[in-house]
């Protein structure tokens, strides 16, 4: 076994005893000593402070000082929660997503927002066409140059904007990519005002994106499907925007969504 062997089987050890900690924890239902942890998960008291200390700085846990205690944190069910709704978005919306798909014999996809940027949670494709947006389940793409990360914006304060161009500056991928923050705020007003929005070989030259929000039943933006497809294939835009535009009316209702007429 070479030295790169030995450093990543070390890595996954570590990375075993941290989550034996987190089980160990969750399933005492109430504050624990070191001593405690470090008894049930059969580690010794140094390791088990080291990683108590990493989970802390990282705001998994909290440490009672005068109790001499430890804690989880609600952090572990944000991403509980964010998982649980994912499955759910993916197991509720890839019928919508499909239909897209087999309309335009295109690719279609399903999008969240996660830390300012775009993740792909769903993708239908037709492996007939030479030619086809490069999207993936598990992909990450910018927001300023996507019409699924548009969508997600028009929800953004003028302040959160500037937060998301100091966080995530505006690269320019292609001549068409949208960079200054006034002309992006334009862009977002149309996109509010028609209820989709497009992107058109700003991101990835030859393609073009149209997306529609899908709003949870308390009338936020919580997911994007979209269309993607080389520049040339999609000629008959108002179509393809009146058949979105009802696939964001049927997706939202099925999420229980009302407000649209």
């Not at 030295?3 to 924890?25: C, F, P």
């Not at 509010?192 to 497009?198: I, N």
Request: aromatic fraction near 8%; proline fraction near 2%; hydrophobic fraction near 35%.
């Amino acid at each position: 076994m070479d030295d790169k062997d030995v450093k990543s089987k070390k890595q996954n050890i570590s990375l075993g005893r941290a989550m034996l900690i987190l089980e160990k924890m969750v399933s005492y239902r109430k504050p624990m000593r070191l001593l405690d942890i470090a008894n049930d998960s059969g580690l010794s008291s140094s390791t088990v402070y080291r990683f108590l200390n990493a989970f802390i700085e990282c705001g998994y846990v909290k440490r009672n000082d005068e109790a001499q205690t430890y804690s989880l944190t609600l952090k572990l069910a944000e991403i509980g929660y964010y998982c649980m709704n994912n499955y759910q978005l993916t197991d509720n919306l890839h019928e919508y997503v499909e239909r897209i798909s087999r309309h335009f014999q295109e690719t279609a996809s399903l999008c969240v927002e996660n830390n300012m940027q775009v993740v792909y949670l769903d993708c239908v494709g037709d492996s007939n066409r030479l030619l086809s947006s490069n999207v993936r389940i598990g992909k990450v793409v910018p927001m300023h140059c996507t019409a699924e990360g548009k969508i997600f914006l028009t929800e953004y304060s003028e302040e959160k904007l500037r937060i998301l161009q100091e966080r995530r500056p505006f690269y320019k991928f292609t001549e068409n990519t949208i960079c200054a923050l006034d002309d992006l705020k334009g862009e977002l007003e149309e996109t509010m005002k028609r209820g989709f929005a497009w992107s058109k070989e700003e991101h990835e030259v030859g393609f073009k994106t149209l997306a529609v929000p899908v709003m949870s039943y308390t009338g936020q933006i919580i997911a994007t499907i979209s269309l993607s497809c080389p520049i040339q294939r999609l000629q008959d835009e108002k179509e393809a925007v009146l058949f979105m535009k009802n696939i964001a009316k049927e997706s939202s209702r099925a999420l229980g969504f009302r407000g649209m007429p």
